[in-house]
């Protein structure tokens, strides 16, 4: 199933506005991760690598890496901003991103430096059809 609360970019990565994390000056922030259909393709997540706190990134830019029992894949950045929060407990328990994909799986939280690109990525709907299950 694909959550409707959710924004999706063309390389399977979801975006949570977390409307309740907007910095001081009102910049939203947003959680980041890859989609179950990502995981799936991927097989058992043994590694996550990704971007320490203070990280600039840009539309398209990878910035981290999940490796698997099957391959190694890059994870690009949806949006552009500055790189707030990394999820730690995968440093432990990558398997999270298996087993848990929208929720204890997310991998970082970016404050964007551009928030009307929200509006560029697919919603529900237009990431089902990007992996034909519409």
Same mark, same amino acid.
């Given at each position: ?39 799936? &393709? ?8 990704? *971007?320490?706190? /203070? @990280?600039? =990134?840009?539309?398209? %830019? +990878?910035?981290?890496?999940?490796? &698997? ?8 950045? *949806?949006?552009? /901003? @500055?790189? =707030?929060?990394?999820? %730690? +407990? ?45």
């Amino acid at each position: 199933m694909i959550p409707d609360d959710l924004r999706y970019s063309t390389d399977h990565e979801w975006i949570r506005h977390l409307a309740d994390t907007e910095n001081t000056d009102g910049t939203p922030v947003v959680r980041v991760g890859i989609t179950d259909y990502a995981q799936n &393709s991927l097989g058992d997540i043994v590694f996550v690598q990704m *971007p320490e706190p /203070g @990280t600039t =990134v840009e539309v398209g %830019d +990878a910035i981290g890496e999940v490796e &698997s029992t099957k391959s190694v894949s890059d994870i690009f950045a *949806p949006v552009a /901003g @500055t790189v =707030v929060t990394r999820n %730690d +407990a995968l440093d432990g328990s990558p398997e999270l991103v298996n087993s848990d994909p929208y929720g204890d799986g997310w991998m970082v939280e970016i404050e964007l430096s551009q928030p009307d690109q929200l509006g560029d990525l697919l919603d529900a709907a237009g990431y089902a059809g990007t992996i034909g299950e519409n």
